[in-house]
């Protein structure tokens, strides 16, 4: 096990702690054993809401590194890249924004107005990347405390499963 610091630091923006965070993460990434499948970073340790990107909807079955639309320095893109670069599965947290109403609220009837001026929901977020870089699942957290994110109108269980056998599952904090 690694241990990293991470967190707010005076004087910096949400951008530039970002970067800073994102460089300790590629750190553990290009460190790790070669004999690692999986990495899981820990909860709200990269970015913020200032910083959230949107991500493929899983069905789509899409690798953000190889897509034209996610532009180079956005978030996703380079999460994905790393995660093919390092042929490692990556589980991560971010705060994430999807387009209101997104795929899971109108597949859940979620009937509540989308209320935030940007036309944005944003979720606390665990993401999961393959080793191809592909968006295989996302959990988002229903047991908000103190956070400033929306809350799904239901909560999930969600799994994924990994090339070498394995089937997991994954939650956030107080899930």
């Not at 913020?48 to 069905?59: H, N, Q």
């Not at 990347?129 to 109108?153: A, C, M, Q, T």
Request: glycine residues 4%; hydrophobic residues 35%.
């Amino acid at each position: 096990m690694v241990e990293v610091n991470f967190g707010v630091q005076p004087g910096f923006n949400s951008t530039q702690l970002l970067d800073m965070n994102w460089n300790r993460f590629v750190e553990i990434m290009d460190n790790a054993p070669s004999t690692l499948d999986i990495i899981i970073f820990a909860e709200s340790t990269l970015n913020s809401m200032l910083t959230a990107p949107e991500l493929p909807e899983i069905a789509e079955k899409i690798s953000p590194c190889d897509d034209e639309n996610y532009v180079e320095g956005n978030l996703a893109k380079k999460i994905s890249c790393a995660a093919k670069q390092h042929q490692r599965y990556v589980v991560i947290n971010l705060t994430t924004k999807a387009k209101c109403p997104d795929v899971d609220m109108i597949a859940q009837n979620d009937t509540r107005n989308c209320t935030r001026a940007d036309g944005f929901s944003y979720y606390n977020t665990n993401v999961v990347f393959d080793r191809n870089g592909v968006v295989i699942s996302r959990y988002r957290k229903y047991n908000l405390f103190g956070e400033s994110v929306d809350k799904p109108f239901k909560p999930t269980m969600v799994t994924f499963d990994t090339d070498f056998g394995v089937k997991f599952g994954h939650f956030i904090c107080f899930d």
